[in-house]
């Protein structure tokens, strides 16, 4: 596989704020405790602390988690090893979209893996680790997945926390990709696997967590669910402090001013960051008052209630967002976190938010972004005299280049319009001089005129493309095939790629995606 590297600010498809942060851009140095380089994690690795009776109870947690399923030795290793106090860990997190959703998905899991690898040393061993958004209650973003432009669908009502949902309906899903997948290679073996993981008594939480686990234990990757009582009551005194204080909604104000002279903040803070978790509702807390209202059920809690229902069921706290960063930190080991460019750009919007809760905030490592192309299409690219990096340039753009450079006619017009601007001129003045009222008019006529050579080029060019139609269409062919929807990582399902390669897939992958190397991935192979 050869990976063509591209730097994410010439792909025009990332924010300022993400460029600027991969490169280095020193007007954001204030909103992150470290870069995301070896340094910065080399640093992180040196200073972080962490308090070993959580420690203790994010372990007890995880046995729990783990009981009843077949952990292999990395998994059983590294939960073993995350009792000792010298170990850390690097953490990804998503939300539980169907049989994992898109393509970037497996790779943030696989750069934990890499930069798990790569940060180990004698001194410190660093364990990768895949959070579980369960407590997302946005199920129309997570209840599909494309598979070879089949959009599989496993339908419901919207109802609270995904986590929680069982699997209600979810046969169809399964029987439908299944079919999909066809008769590759590894074929039968994923679809094993789905009807292993996907069942109809699970719930989603936990059917991902089969599926997560039988794909990349292998590698040693412990899967977190933060819905769980204990860990809730860890994070318990920050929430506490959300409820008094308004702690966010303050230190993000402050971040968000800090940075709308060049950017556009991610996300918005509300005065309370917290929803009540009952059941399968999840629903926000909002200001009234002197108290605080669920908005769908429109009860009303003191700010007494509200600490005191805190203090006996801290599970039915769920943090927004913008905590969920401060839970995740609280709870973990962590000295870096993998995550995508929005993600970072609403981590960058947190760091006042850590300092007031005294909670570490770790390096933000971008995601390694990837679009693939066969060797077949890449040769037919290059045939047409472009380059790799010239897949990003707009469509339009290309094929007026293309038209242009292999015409068998001149398309340019600008000798006329150096002529035409000198005769004007020399007009322009003529009548001036006899009379300076008939400038108007003939600087009229000029721009006038002007349009119409504008025109005829215009025609001149399409002509051009229609001389190159076959040029044009070869090149449309090969854009079309890679971003007809976007970058197919946004979209597309692994499990097309996987029924070809089966688990060598992910062994591609991770040697291929670089975490620490700050620019977009073209992988080119069959």
Not at 315 to 324: H, I
């Amino acid at each position: 596989m050869l990976r063509h590297p591209i730097p994410y600010r010439a792909t025009g498809r990332f924010s300022p704020i993400v460029s600027d942060h991969v490169e280095g851009e020193a007007a954001l140095s204030e909103f992150y405790a470290h870069r995301p380089d070896r340094e910065g994690l080399s640093a992180a690795m040196r200073t972080r602390t962490f308090d070993p009776a959580t420690r203790m109870v994010l372990c007890d947690v995880l046995r729990d988690q783990y009981h009843g399923i077949a952990v292999g030795e990395a998994v059983r290793a590294n939960l073993e090893a995350l009792r000792r106090n010298d170990v850390l860990t690097v953490t990804t997190g998503h939300q539980l979209c169907l049989f994992m959703g898109p393509l970037y998905v497996p790779f943030k899991i696989l750069n934990v893996i890499r930069l798990a690898r790569e940060l180990s040393t004698d001194e410190h061993n660093v364990i990768p680790v895949f959070w579980m958004a369960t407590e997302d209650h946005d199920r129309a973003e997570i209840d599909h997945a494309w598979l070879d432009g089949a959009k599989v669908e496993w339908p419901g009502a919207p109802a609270g926390a995904v986590g929680r949902l069982p699997l209600t309906g979810i046969d169809a899903a399964v029987e439908q990709a299944g079919r999909v997948l066809g008769i590759g290679p590894h074929a039968d073996e994923l679809r094993a696997l789905l009807n292993e993981c996907y069942r109809p008594e699970h719930t989603l939480a936990h059917a991902t967590r089969l599926f997560v686990h039988a794909l990349f234990g292998r590698f040693g990757v412990v899967i977190v669910d933060g819905d769980d009582p204990r860990l809730k009551s860890v994070f318990a005194p920050m929430m506490r402090e959300e409820i008094l204080n308004g702690v966010t909604s303050r230190a993000v104000h402050y971040a968000n001013e800090r940075l709308r002279p060049r950017y556009q903040p991610q996300a918005h803070a509300r005065e309370l960051n917290l929803f009540l978790l009952q059941g399968l509702r999840r629903e926000r807390l909002e200001p009234q008052g002197v108290g605080f209202v669920a908005h769908d059920t429109g009860t009303y809690w003191s700010v007494q209630a509200l600490l005191d229902r805190l203090d006996a069921a801290p599970e039915e706290f769920s943090p927004n967002v913008l905590l969920r960063p401060l839970y995740q930190e609280t709870i973990l080991p962590n000295i870096a976190y993998v995550g995508g460019g929005g993600e970072l750009a609403y981590w960058l919007q947190l760091r006042w938010v850590f300092q007031a809760m005294r909670v570490p905030m770790p390096p933000l490592v971008l995601r390694t972004s990837a679009a693939f192309i066969s060797t077949k299409l890449a040769d037919k690219w290059r045939a047409s005299g472009l380059s790799i990096a010239d897949l990003f340039t707009p469509k339009a753009e290309l094929e007026k280049r293309i038209a242009l450079e292999h015409a068998t006619f001149s398309t340019s017009l600008e000798a006329e319009r150096a002529e035409h601007a000198r005769l004007f001129g020399a007009l322009a003045e003529r009548v001036t001089a006899a009379d300076p009222t008939l400038e108007a008019s003939v600087r009229a006529k000029e721009a006038f005129s002007r349009k119409g050579l504008d025109l005829i080029e215009r025609r001149l060019v399409r002509a051009a493309k229609r001389q190159q139609d076959d040029r044009l269409r070869q090149l449309g062919e090969v854009h079309d095939a890679l971003f007809a929807h976007g970058l197919a990582e946004r979209r597309d399902n692994f499990m097309s790629y996987y029924a070809a390669k089966g688990p060598a897939l992910f062994d591609e992958w991770l040697d291929a995606l670089d975490p620490l190397d700050p620019r977009f991935s073209v992988l080119e192979g069959d």
